[in-house]
């Protein structure tokens, strides 16, 4: 399997946001962005960044969403073509990138970054609905239980998973209890509960081309 290999603090420093690709470290004083709040390249300007085109403003939007999933293009791309399918194309890609069983690993805080949460997922530690699932892209609905799998449950990474939990702060449209290791799809994400630094409505102009 592929994986991103590009310099995730690079990225950062492009969209001139944090897109909490590195965990623990983005809230940080060692975040690069703190320091370095400029674009990264061999000028090394500190320069205000230029007025973009449209066209430049749309494709950033595209990027740092792909980014911030952690998705390459080409399965960006089929996921826009599936959402616009369903509807509202920006609407429902939204959910779509929600509802991706490693970034609802993340928000449930039992990853530090969804880089880690693909990886956990990956190596076979969630069931769903008691089935073991190790597809970082597998789409969760309302309803489904999300579990710990029982043989990894004694791991390192979910030791005083309670305390952990406490500095975590769950979206609304999920649930977990920390003492039973499992939590639970509520209900589709809405609007209210998606991430709102991205401009959804210029990644739908920049496919719709």
Known sequence: MSTLSDAKCRWCRKAGKKLMLKGEKCNSPKCTLVSRNYPAGMHGTKKQRGKASQYSQQLAEKQKAKRMYGMREKQFRLMFERAGRKGDAGEHLLQMLETRLDNVIYRLGLAVSRAEARQ???????????????????????????????????????????????????????????EDMEGKVLHAPSADDVDKSINISAVVEFYSK
């Open 120 to 178: 956990m997922v990956g190596h076979g530690m969630f069931t769903v609905n008691n089935k073991l699932v190790d597809i970082p892209s597998y789409q969760v609905r309302a309803g489904d239980v999300i579990a710990i799998k029982k043989n990894k449950r004694q791991k390192k990474t979910f030791t005083n998973l309670a305390d952990k939990l406490k500095r975590v702060e769950v979206p609304g449209w999920l649930y977990f209890k920390a």
